[in-house]
């Protein structure tokens, strides 16, 4: 597939962004970054714990508190 071992990125803290993410993961990416604004997300509970399990194993990288143009450029800001 067209994702297939690729590097994806996936902006976000609601249902839509951590289903693609879990999907990506499970399926196609080679890596996930799920970048989120806040620390809290808005996503259903169930999805948010299935993505932090993902990010134990390393399956997903979560960067939360984040502004997200400045991670393009591979600096990682954080808001605290």
Excluded: C, T
Excluded at 1 to 15: E, L, P, R, Y
Excluded at 42 to 63: C, Y
């Amino acid at each position: 597939g067209i994702f297939a071992n690729k590097n994806i990125v996936i902006s976000g803290g609601g249902d839509s962004a951590l289903d693609w993410a879990l999907y990506f993961a499970e399926n196609f990416a080679s890596s996930v970054h799920l970048i989120h604004r806040s620390e809290n997300f808005r996503a259903h509970n169930d999805s948010v714990q299935k993505a932090m399990n993902f990010a134990k194993l390393g399956k997903i990288k979560i960067i939360d508190s984040a502004l997200f143009l400045p991670w393009i450029f591979g600096i990682e800001y954080h808001l605290n």
